[in-house]
Each structure stands twice: as structure tokens, then as C-alpha cells.
């Protein structure tokens, strides 16, 4: 089972960017995904859930109203919207799977059971 984020890049202040997290490798239909973004010397982040059974989302308050997740059953893939883009936005994303029922909360690193590898997000003039 392998997850494949990618859709980043570099981008100025105030731009936007789209990413994909890929699990069309999946046959389980019972998961969730996660994104999380970890900066140079910083702690890694959580940025936004959506569960593939009910929707459910959610969002680190640090995004808030800029970011928007959305998911296409059909094909298996995640998207993570990002509006409004800060220099502070810079990281790596990273997407990660959860083999529902949740365990912890949506934050819970040891919840999810698979990772993907990261996509470079750059927020700069």
C-alpha cells in the first residue's frame, strides 16, 4: 500500500496551491487521511483530516478558513486546498492513512498506519 503526495512548489505570498495525496493503491474503503507539514527545526504539524466514510473533516486552527480537504471515493485521492498562503505555510506535506474506526484523535500520530512521502510547499516573495 504506498501514498503519494505531491502538487507542491513555490509560491508567492498570498497564492495558492492544490495538493493530492494518492491512494489509488488502496482496496480498503474504510479510511481516513490525514495531512501533517513539518518545517525546517520545527514540530511536525497537523494540518487536516477527512474521513472517506461520513466526511467528517477538520482542520489545525492555524489554517483555518485558508485550507479546504476534499476527497474523490471514485479514484481514491485527497485534496488539500490552500488559499491564501503564508510564508509561515512552508514545510513538507505529508499525507497518512488511517484504517478507520479512528484511533485517538485526528491528531494521534499512532492512529494512522500508513505514510506517504512529502511534497516541499515554499511561501515566498
Known amino acids: 500500500v504506498q501514498l503519494q503526495a505531491s502538487g507542491g512548489g513555490l509560491v508567492q505570498p498570498g497564492g495558492s496551491l492544490r495538493l493530492t495525496c494518492d491512494a489509488s493503491?488502496?482496496?480498503?474503503?474504510?479510511?481516513?487521511i490525514g495531512w501533517l507539514r513539518q518545517a525546517p527545526g520545527q514540530e511536525r504539524e497537523w494540518v487536516s483530516y477527512?474521513?472517506?466514510?461520513?466526511?467528517?473533516?477538520e482542520y489545525a486552527d492555524s489554517v483555518k478558513g485558508r485550507f479546504t480537504i476534499s476527497g474523490d471515493n471514485a479514484r481514491n485521492l485527497v485534496f488539500l486546498q490552500m488559499n491564501s498562503l503564508k510564508p509561515e505555510d512552508t514545510a513538507i506535506y505529508s499525507c497518512?492513512?488511517?484504517?478507520?474506526?479512528?484511533?485517538?484523535?485526528?491528531?494521534?500520530?499512532?492512529?494512522?498506519?500508513?505514510w506517504g512521502q512529502g511534497t516541499q510547499v515554499t511561501v515566498s516573495s
Open positions: 493503491g488502496f482496496t480498503l474503503r474504510n479510511y481516513a
Open positions: 477527512i474521513s472517506r466514510i461520513d466526511g467528517r473533516t
Open positions: 497518512a492513512a488511517a484504517v478507520l474506526p479512528l484511533r485517538g484523535g485526528w491528531t494521534s500520530l499512532s492512529g494512522y498506519d500508513y
